[in-house]
């Protein structure tokens, strides 16, 4: 089984910053990587499939990155209603397998 | 629209069985996989297991082989989610969700709280 790290579990920011959301992978999992957002109560959405690409009405200011075992989530300006947990999952290897998460929080 | 709409909330004794439901709806229920993940409280996603209703081909994963049973009835474009002995261990929201083949999860049902308490 794909074991999924990321870093670091909590990021506290203020509206406006940037912030930058690390995944590794335990093997290459080539660019089969997502990423979802969760608010409390909601399921997840997707934002990002393929490592890098934008899901529907995803907004610019969330961007992905990387491949085979180190990916990045970068959102460029944070707005209020982007705090939330994000994962990311691989979809490379069955099961697929999700990263403990990442809180971004209000600093 | 691509909806899927899972079953409501709820409240078990250990040891009973349950079933809860996902019904999808807005496509070809038949062309995608329909998974179930779970969340146990204040915790991360877990996948337990996937089915493609197209053929009813089943996958679980290793954690959760032989603890649910996974179905799905195309006639009614439904997946079933099923346990025969419930845990106070299982108590999570448990969400299905719709994934095309090699390919992220686009879309989710809204959640079922399953509560296990004596």
């Known amino acids: 089984e794909v074991v999924m790290t990321q870093s670091p579990a909590t990021l506290s920011v203020s509206p406006g910053e940037g912030a930058t959301l690390s995944c590794r992978a335990s093997q290459s999992v080539s660019s089969n990587l997502a990423w979802y957002q969760q608010k409390p109560g909601q399921a997840p959405r997707l934002l990002i499939y393929?490592?890098?690409t934008r899901a529907t009405g995803i907004p610019a200011r969330f961007s992905g990155s990387g491949s085979g075992t180190e990916f990045t989530l970068t959102i460029s300006s944070l707005q209020s209603e982007d705090f939330a947990v994000y994962y990311c999952q691989q979809y490379n290897n069955w099961p697929d397998t999700f990263g403990g998460g990442t809180k971004v929080e209000i600093k | 629209e691509v909806q899927l709409v899972q079953s409501g909330a709820e409240v078990k004794k250990p040891g009973e069985s349950l079933k809860i439901s996902c019904k999808g709806s807005g496509y070809s229920f038949t062309s995608y996989w329909i998974g179930w993940l779970r969340q146990m409280p204040g915790k991360g996603l877990e996948w337990m297991g996937i089915i493609y209703p197209g053929d009813s081909d089943t996958r679980y994963s290793p954690s959760f082989q032989g603890q649910v049973t996974i179905s799905a009835d195309k006639s009614i474009s439904t997946a079933d989610l099923q346990w025969s002995s419930l845990k106070p261990s299982d108590t999570a929201v448990y969400f299905c969700?719709?994934?095309?083949?090699?390919?992220?999860?686009?879309?989710w049902g809204q959640g079922t709280l399953v509560t296990v308490s004596s």
């Open positions: 969700a719709r994934q095309a083949h090699d390919s992220a999860i686009d879309y």
């Open positions: 393929g490592a890098s």
